[in-house]
């Protein structure tokens, strides 16, 4: 699984192992509708190791929460499995953490799940197992916490004894991390116009229907000297979900997919108000096994984004024009690439948007696969 996909499980028990190179505390919250337990009682980890429908058990490899999701009290939405280092002061740094969900019964393996790219987090959410529509699924999350697991258990609402925890705090990962899908839901498209700042997503759903039709990303900018030319170059890379390149979409291939997605030419100054490139997406046309895209832009004459102003994506609606999502890109680095956005691919069909705004250094798309890959 990539950083935000779901998919169903097809079984009602399901054990998630949680196993790395070092020893690690794994738990288990379960969670209400507005994102917190009900009590301490819903905490299950080492010295509690039973909640409704939730265990926790020592494997010699990995620890195991098990859930049971017909147990499930029904004011519970989710069982969010979490896990923090056992050293004092380690970091998940060089450390892979991999959460695998399995037939509790039967022990087939459903799905397994690596968070990428950890850094200075001491804690991380790794999967979440929620209730959707009657029906439950896995989704993976991986995202991190630089103050260990009494961050984590604060946000979700567990008192902590322990002296003044900070509240908890995502770390910022020197690469793209997951979306934050702690709380009650993502934002949807049902409210009108959304505006994300970096690593906040929204699902491209409106009135309960995944968003099928055409859409249009615009990307625009300006020189941050009057007077000075900056020739930026727009791509959406698409991938599989093994996080494999399918095909790229640029200023010098205008057209991928069998059309599904269409470049609307290079622009070589970013002078002038709008888009300064647009790309199109029919999403009823993209094949099944294009599973991912990122958006992304670099300087292909090596004029880094410290240069740029008001560098911005948008998405609209392809039919009506109508401005759907916006993401404005603040503090530019100098560097000469960006990766601006991704776009994953539900199990359901729906589509969800993560803004992302992580700077790199490549002058061509070419530079940008593998990060883009890395950003899924």
Known sequence: ????????????????????????DVSGLLIGADGKVRSDH???????PTAPGVTHSNGAAADTITVDTAAIPGDIDKVVVTASLDAPGATFA?????????????????????????????ALVVVEVY???GAWKVRAVGQGYANGLAGIATDFGVT?????????????????????????????????????QKQQTV??????????????????????????NIDLDASVIAYDANRKKIDACYFGKLAILNGAI????????????????????HLAGLPP?????????????????????????????GTTGEELVRYDLTGAEPRTAVLMCKFVRQFSGEWEMTALGDFLDARTVRGMVKPGGRAL
């Open 262 to 281: 269409q470049h609307s030419g290079d622009n070589l100054t970013g002078e002038g108000s709008g888009d300064d490139e647009t790309i199109t997406v």
């Open 131 to 133: 209730r959707r529509g």
């Open 1 to 24: 699984m990539t950083p935000g996909s779901n998919i169903p499980l097809p079984a009602a028990r399901v054990a998630v192992d949680v196993s790395a190179p070092v020893r690690l």
């Open 203 to 228: 699902s491209l759903v409106k009135n309960n229907q995944p968003f099928q039709a055409s859409l249009r990303m615009g990307l625009g900018w300006e020189p941050a000297y009057q007077g000075k």
């Open 160 to 196: 902590v004894e322990d002296p003044a925890p900070a509240p908890a705090t995502p770390a910022a990962p020197p690469m793209p991390a997951a979306a934050p899908t702690l709380g009650a839901g993502k934002v949807n498209l049902d409210k009108g116009r959304v505006s994300l």
């Open 94 to 122: 060089g450390t892979e953490p991999t959460g695998t969900v399995r037939d509790a019964d039967g022990g087939a393996v459903i799905a397994t799940f690596t968070p990428p790219q950890l850094g200075p987090e001491t």
């Open 289 to 317: 096994e294009v599973t991912g895209l990122v958006f992304a832009v670099n300087s292909f004459s090596g004029q880094k984004f410290s240069e740029v102003a008001k560098a911005y994506c948008r998405l609209l609606d």
């Open 42 to 48: 819903d905490f299950v980890f080492y010295n509690q």
